[in-house]
């Protein structure tokens, strides 16, 4: 990709970007001051003993006690120095926090993301090669009942079968605990925890991309160069792959980055459901004991991370689609 | 204009005019109403269709009927604890951890996921109309100003803000229904928009606008029914993410402590999944067949609204 395309596709994407980052910010800096309590209260809480005199001189040392918009221009500042603010519970600054957990939710999402991509586009394409048929209408019964299903129900019915009834697979955790593994092993072992959580997360978007795919193979299939390239007496396998699938893919890859967000919030009961230790966990954990620095620092970075995502998918369709110049 | 003076012509009756630029401004007869009922009736012949609605209807008849078949508190203990379904008369879909009655709490659970799946559709879908039909109709800096906010909050993952506007503001049914229509109108508006700004050129909007109607008529009576059918189809999808959000919070513990709900159901019988695991799977079966029902209800009136669309795309 030439940089005279690439420069004017990434500037108008950061120019997009930019007013809804800083609106993100703000909003999370006023959701902030709306929780109960500040950072003061929950040191006295937890000291269990605080005098009028020292609350308030804690406050002042926060700058609790300055007007709004000095807070706010404070807590800018804080943030372009890369703090999201210090948890009093964890007795660690969130940012440390969050970048611990976040590797463990990247992974998962990642593998989430596979499934749902592989399973969904071969149940899609399977459908739309048979539509109208049995196979078709099977399946599209299958994907709808895969979409009305919530994560964590489908987390514990996983657990009885597979841990609890077949003990095929753990039923939690990120590794097992004292195995010491290395090399090969210490990777497969991840994969066994992994599996039940990323299935339960995918399913609801396996759903989705198999009707998306399953829509779009059926529109590329009436188009011309389909018909030509049977006419020519093409196999329908090569057909397929090469003249349909390839085509129908690029809404699946638009929408599959709008879903970053979804699938995050997805993690949070899912990586509940099997104590996986990622962002999710550490949001239930927040919730539980109302540590709203650490839980509004989990929502700001989130939600950075579905405008990064965006960016990158926005950059991937102009490799995959050389006919996109600037959009709009 | 001179339209007038031809028109008052003798000899002539209404439809006297027939050259091309009076004919434009001639007033058309009313179109026969013809649409509306199609709709209806392909939506009838759909078998899946029709029988998720019966299917949600019955949910709906027990869940209003829950003071009636269960009178007693479903918080409170019935009988001996970890009565396995299908064991005692009394207790068809045995007891929990505390000895309630599951189906007593299933029943009453039923009332909380329905009333707060329809309760935030409304919410969301009414806010979305507004903003979608302001912004998509007058443009300019209203639109902006209002996409920027729809773009802020669809940028959020909306499950995690979800769990945060309601940790914020203590959880209660009321806090429940309005974090979850706070986080899906973005979604309304966008579609409201969109359909508002293709229709704000059409032609009879056009006409509207010439016979010197208002804004709030040209928005109420003559874009608003045209963008009515697709709203309909995501106004039944909301519904079902609004039960699917609502049995998650509870789920995780974000729910109002004294009233029963599918999803807390699931999550007190979490604790002993290994030895009773109907308890959590009884409540969550109740969840898969209503989404089901709702989204199936969805794709019939998908399927009724556009004749022409691929079914199940």
Do not use: C
Not at chain 2, 28 to 55: I, Q
């Amino acid at each position: 990709m030439s940089t005279s395309r690439l420069f004017p596709v990434l500037r108008r994407t950061l120019l997009q970007a930019a007013p809804t980052a800083i609106g993100i910010v703000i909003l999370n800096f006023f959701l902030l001051r709306l929780a109960p309590g500040d950072a003061a209260d929950v040191l006295a809480g937890e000291s269990g003993s605080a005098t009028e005199e020292t609350m308030v001189m804690m406050r002042h040392s926060f700058g609790l006690d300055l007007p709004v918009l000095h807070q706010l221009v404070a807590y800018l500042s804080n943030l372009t120095h890369g703090s999201l603010g210090f948890s009093p519970l964890y007795n660690m600054p969130v940012a440390a926090l969050i970048a611990q957990r976040l590797p463990g939710t990247l992974l998962l999402m990642g593998l989430a993301l596979v499934i749902a991509l592989v399973l969904g586009i071969t149940l899609g394409t399977v459908m739309a090669l048979n539509a109208g048929r049995w196979p078709d209408r099977l399946i599209s019964v299958v994907t709808l009942v895969f979409y009305s299903v919530p994560g964590f129900w489908v987390g514990l019915m996983l657990i009885v079968a597979f841990s609890v009834m077949l003990g095929w697979l753990p039923s939690g955790g990120s590794e097992t605990i004292g195995a010491r593994l290395m090399g090969l092993a210490a990777v497969l072992d991840r994969l066994q925890h992994m599996v039940l959580p990323a299935t339960s997360l995918a399913l609801f978007y396996v759903a989705i991309y198999a009707r998306l795919t399953r829509a779009s193979v059926l529109e590329i299939t009436s188009q011309d160069y389909v018909r030509t390239a049977a006419a020519k007496g093409l196999p329908p396998l090569t057909i397929a792959m090469r003249h349909v699938l390839r085509n129908a893919l690029m809404p699946v890859t638009t929408v599959a980055g709008m879903h970053i967000g979804g699938i995050l919030g997805g993690a949070v009961v899912v990586e509940t459901v099997y104590s996986w230790p990622g962002l999710g966990r550490l949001t239930f954990e927040a919730v539980m004991k109302r540590d709203f620095t650490v839980l509004l620092g989990v929502l700001l970075l989130s939600s950075l991370l579905v405008i990064f995502v965006n960016m990158a998918v926005d950059l991937l369709q102009l490799w995959l689609d050389p006919r996109i110049e600037v959009r709009r | 204009m001179s339209l007038p003076a031809i028109a008052q012509r003798p000899g002539r009756g209404r439809w006297g005019v027939v050259r091309g630029p009076e004919v434009l401004g001639a007033p058309a007869a009313t179109p026969p109403a013809a649409g509306s009922y199609r709709a209806v009736r392909v939506f009838f012949r759909n078998p899946a269709g029709v029988l998720a609605l019966l299917f949600l209807a019955l949910v709906a008849a027990v869940s209003l009927a829950a003071p009636w078949i269960y009178p007693d508190d479903p918080l409170s203990m019935v009988a001996r604890p970890f009565l396995w379904p299908g064991h005692s008369w009394d207790y068809p879909l045995g007891t929990d951890s505390l000895g309630r009655d599951v189906a007593a709490g299933l029943v009453w659970g039923g009332r909380i996921s329905l009333a707060v799946g329809f309760a935030a559709m409304g919410l969301g879908v009414t806010v979305g109309v507004i903003v979608g039909a302001l912004g998509g109709y007058f443009g300019g800096r209203v639109d902006d100003a209002l996409q920027r906010v729809t773009d802020i909050i669809q940028t959020m993952p909306s499950f995690v803000l979800l769990v945060v506007l309601v940790a914020i503001v203590q959880p209660s049914v009321q806090s429940v229904t309005a974090g979850i229509a706070i986080v899906t109108w973005p979604t309304v508006a966008r579609l409201v928009r969109a359909e508002f700004r293709s229709l704000r050129e059409k032609d009879f909007v056009m006409a509207a606008r010439a016979l010197g109607f208002g804004h709030a008529r040209v928005i109420l009576r003559e874009i608003l029914p045209n963008a009515l059918p697709p709203l309909i189809v995501t106004a039944s999808v909301l519904v079902a993410s609004a039960i699917l959000m609502e049995s998650a919070l509870s789920f995780l513990g974000l729910s109002d402590p004294n009233v029963v709900s599918w999803g807390s159901m699931i999550g007190s019988g979490r604790e002993v999944l290994r030895t009773a695991w109907y308890l959590s799977a009884i409540p969550g079966v109740a969840i898969v067949l209503s989404v089901l029902a709702l989204n199936l209800i969805g794709d019939a009136l998908n399927d009724a609204f556009n004749p022409h669309a691929a079914t199940g795309a």
